[in-house]
């Protein structure tokens, strides 16, 4: 999974924190969901769409595959909306429906054990590339070796300095974060103490009830902090902060550890790329973090008056786990896509990527598959921000052989902000690799235990698009993979406008930033819909 920089300022102080997926601004209302005319952000006119234009027209159930870390099942905005295999029953430790897979009722999990265990955390790509190689070449010297030997030892000398600098990076990064957030804590107990309150919530440090000037310069830092930040009191921060060191603590001990390995608990052959019966039917795993959030943006129950609203609203979520905390395998990635088309699924939503394939070929092969069969691909761009364009990430925009994958639309994200600040400053972006925008930031969504958040990433982007795409598919079923991609593109809406480029003080053209240089918006997407409908029946007329 791809890690995002945030800045959190205290008393002067600036000091940097790497997510493994950005949360956002704590918003508790569904911005995305809103009209760029009426409302003045760049949300995609979800409920102006059902309103205006879908109230007559009669929806058809739509399946769309999640291949993520996990779905909480139980999740009260979720467990009418699952897809479940009518032919499996539940629990009777039977393969029913003879797929190959026990017990599969709401999808499958590709990283769990047949005993019921679970992959939580995994290496990075290329820490399994070094561990593959250090047998061979680990204290070796280049001129001793063969010719054919030497451009592989040039590998595994590339893996091994790129392992240990990032693990030495993730272990600085935690050390020195832990005194920032023990110090944090020092300061939030400290004026608790002061102002005698049980919470520092921002009305308490705009205002502190304190004479001292010592205690007032503190609750005006920390209330600059937590208001930049969208968080309604300091303690938010707090827990934000304990977040992140579990992620870094986790990059260190397991990503970038080479004597690290979860594999054993699944307990396939992990490079036997014809091996597909693994894994058993846990669709939630240890972690469900991600995946629910995404499932919630796709399709969270708009009928039950809770929590929140997906886009979709006749849509039946397939969970497919196969994305640990660390970088996914792309024998897992193939098996899931090759899972989802083969159990129903007509769009597939793919919040993950890294930045080395080793088994590309088989990632191809199950996009190949998908292609044959009419489903739609929807892939997160990344949260590095880098461009595409010059930067290998995978899964890729093309196959090996470089043509385009048709049925495959790649997803930046953007802010609710309508300034030069539109797109998020984490966003991976790519002229020519990127095909559109949505929104990303501070979504928000389900979270496990019947839970709700907010999340930022390209990860959130991409299932905007694919609740889009099952919105069309649900009220015009006739359309196929290519006649979503093309309405979604064609209807997105073109900024031609100067913004920061991420991670920059650049502006640039949003043009310049994917191939449409636009964002989707659902009205105008069933509004071509309509139009090219009453076309066709025009002319067949």
Known sequence: ??????????????????????????????????????????????????????????????????????????????????????????????????????????????????????????????????ARLRPLYEGKNRSSLKPAQQKEFDQFVKYKTEMEKKRAEYKEQYDSYSTFSTQLVTIIDGLKKALNVSKLDTATLRNPASDNDFVKKAAAALYEMTSAQGFGQAEDIQAELTRGLEDLKGKAEYAYNPDFDSRSIVGDKPDDLTETAYGNPDITGPDALHGTHVAGI??????????????????????????????????????????????????????????????????????????????LLIHAAGNDNKLLDTTASFPSDRFMDGSAIPNLITVGAITSKNNE?????????????????????????????????????????????????????????????????????????????????PESTDLVNFTDLSKTGAIVNLYEAVKLAEAEEAAAAAKKG
């Open 298 to 375: 796709i399709g969270a129950d708009r009928t039950n008056n809770l929590g929140v609203q997906g886009v979709a609203d006749q849509v039946q979520i397939m969970a497919v786990r196969a994305v640990p905390d660390g970088d996914e395998r792309d024998k897992d990635v193939a098996n899931a896509i090759r899972y989802a088309v083969n159990n129903g699924a007509q769009i597939i939503n793919m919040s993950f990527g890294k930045d080395v394939s080793p088994q590309r070929k088989a990632v191809d092969d199950a996009m190949r598959y998908a292609l044959s069969k009419g489903v």
């Open 421 to 501: 600040s539109l797109v998020a400053p984490f966003s991976n972006y790519g002229r020519k690799t990127v095909d559109v925008f949505a929104p990303g930031m501070a979504i928000y969504s389900t979270t496990p235990r019947n839970g709700y958040d907010n999340l930022s990433g390209t990860s959130m982007a991409a299932p905007v698009v694919s609740g889009i795409a099952a919105v069309l598919k649900s009220y015009f079923p006739k359309l196929t993979y290519s006649d979503l991609k093309r309405i979604i593109e064609k209807s997105a809406i073109v900024q031609n406008r100067q913004v920061l480029r």
């Open 1 to 130: 999974m791809s890690f995002k920089k945030f800045v959190f300022r205290l008393l002067g102080l600036y000091t940097f924190i790497l997510f493994g997926f950005a949360r956002g601004q704590a918003q508790t209302s569904q911005w995305f969901h809103l009209d760029s005319k009426a409302d003045s952000v760049w949300g995609i006119s979800t409920d102006r769409t059902y309103r205006e234009l879908l109230s007559n027209r009669k929806p058809t159930p739509v399946v769309v595959a999640v291949i993520d870390g996990g779905i909480d099942s139980t999740h009260e905005d979720l467990k009418r909306i699952l897809w479940t295999n009518s032919k499996e029953i539940p629990g009777n430790g039977i393969d029913d429906d003879k797929n190959g897979y026990v017990d599969d009722v709401h999808g499958w999990n590709f990283i769990g054990g047949k005993d019921g265990r679970n992959v939580q955390y995994e290496t990075a790509e290329v820490t399994r590339q070094y």
